[in-house]
């Protein structure tokens, strides 16, 4: 975590160099005012002028390190080249503009200072490019004094005055960057444990409303949705339907082949039907070999189009078992009706799935009028009649006589 936290932190200077640089010309501007009238003129624009040139390189060579995502390991080189110009072009101060008058070389002298203090911050997350600052800086300073000897009055204490300064900067530099850097490693090892946590938190949610065998959502998660929209049915005038699915003569399959084959049927049977449901169709396993499918905004009629849907794709090839098994199911459908709670919504699918069995199996049975669905060749609609108030339900007489396979 520790070279995670050197990563951010050389990021982190690139960018607030950046900033830092963008301001820069107000520094010129400054130095051009306390120079005005006490230098040459063509010795001040030759200054601004170099320093132009040398700030242009800067911006394009951090523009292009961020562009390219910054690594230490890539762009070590580059950075310090950056703070490497930026204190040649600061130190040139001396060569270019002192000597002139002792008040503005004061003053040029407190520049420095400050150039190298406001520079502090911006580095502090990357001290070897500060280190290279202000060596630049001082070693351009000190040359350009000793060239000047002649002229200048007090190159030493100048000479002298900067280091002790300098050095003085790196001293306090050195333990606020590590406890910067230190700050970085706790703040990526918190959002570590954040994101670690978060996952768990997820997998354990999905633990708690997901049916551990099959995948799909399990009872508890069922009610939860079908509450949440008996709760939007009511105020918001929204409708929805269910579909009740029992495999057909399941225990058979348990008894011939054995749980684990069971199980296998199970999950093969939860793909199939949810690879014919919408994106917000819900399918959970309502116990043993039952799952209902929960499909907001649609009516009764397109209920039953989807429940046909699942029928025949269950119906149509054996499911990948080993060894490969063919299956059916009765499917009930019901639709919400005002007034009906969930478990009475629940009874009603469940009472359409027992007509469905004793008309034959392998149907799609509805709860309501002509818009039931026979799905045999030769049966006929049936309906049941549903108590909403006490859940139950009871056959009424069919439509026509089923034809009973």
Not at 5 to 15: D, I, K, P, T, W
Not at 236 to 265: C, E, W, Y
Request: hydrophobic share 50%; with cysteine.
């Amino acid at each position: 975590m520790h070279d995670e936290a050197r990563e951010l932190g050389f990021a982190q200077s690139v960018h607030a160099l950046r900033v830092t640089l963008r301001v820069t010309p107000a520094g010129w501007a400054l130095v051009a005012w306390l120079a005005h009238g006490l230098v040459p003129l063509p010795e001040v624009m030759l200054w601004v002028g170099i320093f132009s040139a040398g700030w242009a390189v800067n911006m394009f060579i951090l523009r292009k390190i961020e562009r390219a995502g910054c690594s230490i390991q890539r762009h070590h080189n580059h950075l310090l080249a950056v703070a490497l110009i930026d204190g040649i072009s600061w130190g040139l101060v001396v060569l270019l503009l002192m000597t002139y008058d002792r008040y503005l070389d004061a003053w040029l002298t407190v520049v420095l200072c400050g150039i190298a203090s406001v520079n502090l911050p911006t580095y502090v997350t990357y001290p070897p490019a500060f280190r290279v600052l202000v060596a630049a800086m001082w070693i351009t300073a000190t040359a350009s004094a000793l060239h000047l000897v002649q002229g200048m009055r007090a190159a030493s204490q100048l000479v002298e005055g900067l280091l002790a300064y300098f050095f003085f900067l790196l001293y306090t530099m050195r333990s606020i960057s590590s406890r910067v850097i230190e700050g970085l490693r706790l703040q990526l090892e918190n959002a570590a444990l954040a994101n670690e946590l978060q996952s768990t938190l997820r997998h354990v949610e999905r633990q708690a409303t997901t049916d551990a065998l099959t995948g799909q959502l399990n009872r508890r998660a069922l009610d939860s949705l079908l509450l949440r929209c008996v709760d939007e049915a009511e105020h918001r005038s929204f409708r929805f339907s269910i579909l009740m699915l029992d495999v057909d003569h399941f225990k058979r399959i348990n008894d011939t082949h054995g749980h684990p084959v069971g199980d296998q049927a199970l999950r093969a049977v939860a793909e199939r039907v949810s690879a014919q449901l919408r994106g917000g169709d819900s399918c959970a396993r309502y116990g043993g070999e039952e799952f209902v499918v929960l499909l907001p905004g649609t009516s009764l009629a397109q209920a039953c189009e989807v429940g046909e849907r699942i029928r025949a794709a269950l119906a149509e090839t054996a499911l990948a078992t080993t060894p490969p098994l063919p299956v059916t199911a009765s499917i009930g459908v019901a639709e919400y009706a005002p007034g009906m709670l969930v478990d009475g919504v629940l009874a009603a699918a469940d009472g359409a799935v027992y007509v469905a069995k004793r008309s034959g199996r392998n149907q799609v049975r509805s709860v309501g009028d002509d818009a039931a669905v026979a799905s045999e060749p030769g049966l006929a609609v049936q309906t049941v009649a549903v108590d909403t108030d006490r859940g139950d339900h009871a056959l009424a007489p069919s439509v026509a006589s089923p034809a009973v396979h």
